[in-house]
């Protein structure tokens, strides 16, 4: 699998993405400045966390006009898979890639820590070592992760299977306790229509060694070597 | 010409940053305040002197990039004043 990482002025889990990256495929992953218009040949193209253009305006809405952007639509448009991690699924949101929009978090603090989430499917690139009835262990570390759509987005986005992760307890039980940020129907992470563009803001590649604390998140990118 | 954006959180989203400033102004002691929704003021300077032209440059600069039609809606003035 030859993956590329988009970096943007302000990403600060590129590397992580990286390292993740490269321990589950034995290759180091194609780095791509936002400033390029062109990408390699590619397989998968991830859009990391951070804070890209400091946040100016809205999370995300500055690095959504980015030159590379209009590539990674069209490569998305051609099937590649996109994985967007946490700035990276603001990112998402803003080029129209995927519904909805993350607002400021309900309790308006940045949120830094383990949480549960469970995967609604399984038959996607992303998610085909997951079960989709456990949850998973992955830490999040945002300020804007309130995810809102209005009430028919959600009732579609629900009926055509787009809801990829949903925040829950321990044992996997969709609980108002367990929303960590105010997201409407505790809605984690999103598909797009193909289930091949992912926006999530756990971060998966922050969980993918056991020594780092967990390795739920390894399993994501483990998914993705299979598929792709 | 100068443009005057002002970005707001559509009726119906929820505004936890203006729900906490009402919580402060209560705090000061400050009666009476039964909502507060905050938005964003934006100052355009256009280099356009038709207005007609100016207005369609600022529809597509709060289209695509000054707000997010998903959560808020804009509205602006063009003017000197």
């Not at chain 1, 990286?18 to 791509?32: F, H, K, S």
Request: aromatic residues 6%.
């Amino acid at each position: 699998m030859r993956a590329s990482v988009i970096v943007f002025p302000g990403s600060n889990c590129d590397r992580d993405a990286a390292v993740a990256l490269e321990a589950v495929t034995g290759t180091p992953p194609r780095m791509v400045w936002h400033g390029d218009s062109e990408l390699p040949q590619t397989d998968l193209i991830v859009l990391p966390g951070g804070f890209s253009y400091g946040d100016y305006l809205r999370s995300g809405a500055m690095a959504a006009h980015s030159p590379i952007m209009r590539e990674v639509a069209a490569r998305a448009l051609e099937g590649v898979a996109v994985l967007g991690i946490c700035n990276g699924f603001q990112v998402l949101t803003e080029t129209g890639l995927l519904p909805g929009t993350l607002m400021r978090n309900a309790s308006l603090k940045f949120i830094c820590k383990d949480v549960h989430v469970r995967p609604e499917r399984n038959d996607t690139v992303f998610a085909k070592l997951y079960a989709t009835d456990s949850a998973i262990k992955i830490p999040i570390a945002h300020k804007d992760g309130n995810y809102f759509a209005d009430d028919d987005t959600l009732d579609r986005l629900e009926g055509e299977g787009q809801v990829a992760f949903r925040y829950c307890g321990e044992d996997g039980e969709i609980a108002p306790e367990a929303n960590p940020n105010g997201s409407q129907r505790n809605i984690a992470g999103l598909y797009d229509k193909t289930g091949r563009v992912l926006g999530l803001m756990p971060h998966p590649e922050r969980a993918a060694d056991p020594a780092l604390g967990g390795a739920d998140g390894r399993r994501l990118f483990e998914s993705l070597i299979s598929g792709l | 010409m100068k443009a005057r954006v002002t970005v707001t959180l559509k009726h119906g989203v929820l505004d936890p940053q203006g729900k906490a400033i009402a919580n402060a102004l209560a705090s000061l002691g400050i009666d009476g305040v039964s909502g507060v929704r905050q938005g964003k003021f934006i100052e355009v300077e256009l280099a356009e002197t038709d207005p007609a032209l100016a207005r369609a440059a600022l529809e597509r600069m709060c289209k695509e990039l000054l707000a997010n039609p998903v959560i808020e809606n804009y509205r602006y003035e063009l003017g000197d004043a």
